[in-house]
């Protein structure tokens, strides 16, 4: 993961006029979407977290787990090099952001309080992600194995 030095991270060209206006301002304005409202945070199926921008692969549900933020949250971006961090000082804190390393597109913030092996939080908003189930997947959140053992 690099970061990157500026004070905003370099945008390339890249067209936006397929997003939606929450993903346009989350992606291109920092914003962050309301804990628990976005279509991810809950997400169970296998797949391929890309940038709803530029479709760069950046997260795997492989390394997705339940921070209890109401926000996805990855341990570990799905490559290196695929997401990129820069510092952010706004709302009178320093958090260091992630953004797409592609196309910059603002993604969310990264905290040193996830779990093992990286112990590292990707707390990620999901306007800012396109989710490619695996061949296969289940639709919908996935199944609790509760209520898989029950049949």
Known sequence: MAETAAT????????TS????????????QGTETAFTGAYWN???????ACVVCGTPLFSSRHKFD????????WQPIA?????????????????????????????HVFPDG???TGQRYCINSAALRL??????????RQSEEETAAG
Request: glycine share 10%; charged share 25%.
């Open 132 to 141: 490619e189930p695996e061949a296969g997947a289940a639709t919908g959140a």
């Open 115 to 117: 779990p093992k092996p």
């Open 80 to 108: 290196e090099g695929a997401v990129e961090t820069r510092r952010d000082r706004d709302f009178f804190s320093v958090r260091t952001e992630v953004h797409c390393a592609t196309c910059c597109a603002h993604q969310g």
């Open 8 to 15: 905003q991270p370099p945008r390339k060209p890249v067209d």
């Open 18 to 29: 397929h997003l939606t206006p929450v993903q346009f301002k989350v992606t291109q304005k």
């Open 67 to 74: 921070s209890g933020t109401g926000w996805p949250s990855f």
């Open 43 to 49: 997400e169970k199926r296998a797949g391929t977290y």
